[in-house]
């Protein structure tokens, strides 16, 4: 029986053809990038995140992984603590070892893409408790792996872990981790609501956090933006170049600062950048970027919080 497969909204192809590979390959090859800047660590308090179980925190690991404590959870996204990425060395140390992560009680996976979802890390975060929650299509995978408390959710879905209500949102990307399953599971974010006991959302204590997972600039950005009154949105703003070739799948720093401002949030935090070398750009040509766009468009200061790896933002 034929496998299903997923699409982005408005049927938005990010497929490229071998010609086109070999396009970006030669552009490759001419030229001549500075990857000397890495993003540094920072002394992250980890008596703190290990005692944590009443403020809210963002801890940034590096790329997509954060360690997420809301309303009493641990929630790590997209955990990744490989030392390389195919070919591709580690550009940055893991903000926090894994060994000193705190136990995890929610792991979040966006896609199944290698840079989003390492097993070998997983594993090691996966105990007696802890939960995975996985877009559509995925959690056959999973519990073969062996991590039989897999729930999975497609877009606009929900559920409720405590008094959390963590729902799946769409997000433009595709997924292959071999020849042979591309598009057999979907892609999406994440928003973590607090929900007390007459379910309704008590945002004015707790924030409402949204994890963009990895995008290309859509529409759905604005609806999000409308389903939802966030604060603290984690955008990637990464892995953009050569733009006429990652356009469909990854947003560059300009369309974060848009997709920001779509999802009307009160604070970004820039992530997908500086870890793996995904594509041709640089962490200091990425993070120039943005602050240049940050200026032209009158966004303050303040509402960009840019993270060392290991770095916590704790709100307010």
């Given at each position: 029986m034929?496998?299903?497969?997923?699409?982005?909204?408005?049927?938005?192809?990010?497929?490229?053809?071998?010609?086109?590979?070999?396009?970006?390959?030669?552009?490759?090859?001419?030229?001549?990038?500075?990857?000397?800047?890495?993003?540094?660590?920072?002394?992250?308090?980890?008596?703190?995140?290990?005692?944590?179980?009443?403020?809210?925190?963002?801890?940034?690991?590096?790329?997509?992984?954060?360690?997420?404590?809301?309303?009493?959870?641990?929630?790590?996204?997209?955990?990744?603590?490989?030392?390389?990425?195919?070919?591709q060395r580690r550009l940055g140390t893991p903000g926090i070892p894994l060994q000193d992560i705190p136990e995890i009680d929610v792991i979040l996976i966006s896609h199944s893409h290698y840079d989003h979802m390492h097993l070998a890390s997983i594993r090691k975060l996966y105990g007696s408790k802890t939960m995975l929650v996985v877009p559509s299509g995925l959690k056959r995978k999973m519990v073969r792996k062996g991590f039989e408390r897999t729930y999975e959710l497609g877009w606009w879905e929900d559920l409720q872990l405590g008094g959390v209500k963590i729902t799946f949102v769409p997000t433009q990307h595709w997924t292959r981790r071999t020849p042979w399953d591309t598009n057999t599971s979907h892609w999406g974010g994440f928003v973590l609501e607090l929900y007390g006991e007459t379910e309704e959302p008590r945002q004015q204590k707790h924030p409402i956090v949204y994890f963009a997972g990895d995008s290309g600039y859509f529409k759905g950005f604005t609806e999000i933006g409308q389903r939802f009154e966030i604060d603290i949105a984690l955008l990637p703003i990464g892995a953009y170049e050569p733009e006429w070739f990652m356009t469909s799948q990854h947003t560059t720093p300009e369309e974060a600062l848009q997709a920001f401002e779509d999802v009307r949030a009160k604070l970004m935090v820039p992530m997908h950048y500086g870890t793996f070398r995904l594509a041709d750009d640089t962490a200091r040509e990425a993070l120039d970027r943005l602050e240049a766009d940050r200026i032209r468009r009158g966004i303050g200061e303040e509402k960009i919080r840019v993270l060392q790896h290991g770095e916590t933002l704790r709100w307010p």
């Open positions: 034929a496998r299903k497969r997923y699409s982005n909204l408005d049927n938005i192809g990010t497929d490229r053809t071998l010609k086109q590979f070999k396009q970006w390959r030669d552009e490759r090859r001419r030229k001549r990038k500075d990857y000397s800047y890495v993003i540094p660590n920072y002394p992250t308090d980890m008596a703190f995140l290990k005692e944590n179980r009443s403020d809210i925190s963002v801890t940034w690991i590096g790329h997509a992984t954060f360690l997420i404590q809301y309303a009493g959870l641990n929630l790590i996204t997209d955990p990744v603590w490989a030392k390389r990425m195919g070919f």
